[in-house]
């Protein structure tokens, strides 16, 4: 939360540009990016056809449109799924907890008292 924090912080002080890209994204989102997928979603839904056979529908000069939300979404989807398999293999690797300890009890062997260090509470 506090760097949600920071980055709001940030709108408000023309020195910092840590959340600049917002204010534009925000805009294009809202003036094309939301419009464009409503209206493919509705002459989708008219014509029961999906994004290829929509945008040729509509002209055949517009159906590269539809070629190319289908070859965005095959690739977002392609790194997006290396991104998650990289978490799942973090997270699962996390709870190693039995080979972390066989290990540094393997570099503890052989080492006498004298070597390891002791911390008293007095």
Not at 16 to 27: E, K
Not at 90 to 110: A, C, H, P, T, W
Request: aromatic letters at 14%; one cysteine or more; charged letters at 15%.
């Amino acid at each position: 939360m506090p760097r949600v924090l920071q980055v709001l912080k940030c709108l408000t002080c023309p020195l910092c540009v840590a959340g600049a890209f917002l204010i534009p994204y925000l805009i294009m989102m809202v003036l094309e990016g939301a419009p464009l997928f409503l209206l493919e979603l509705g002459i989708g839904q008219r014509l029961r056809q999906g994004s290829l056979g929509v945008w040729n529908f509509i002209s055949p000069w517009w159906g590269g449109l539809g070629v190319a939300s289908t070859v965005v979404s095959y690739l977002v989807g392609l790194y997006y799924n290396v991104i998650i398999a990289w978490c799942f293999y973090y997270l699962f690797n996390s709870f190693k907890v039995r080979e972390r300890k066989k290990i540094y009890d393997q570099n503890m062997e052989g080492k006498t008292k004298e070597n390891k260090v002791r911390i008293e509470h007095k």
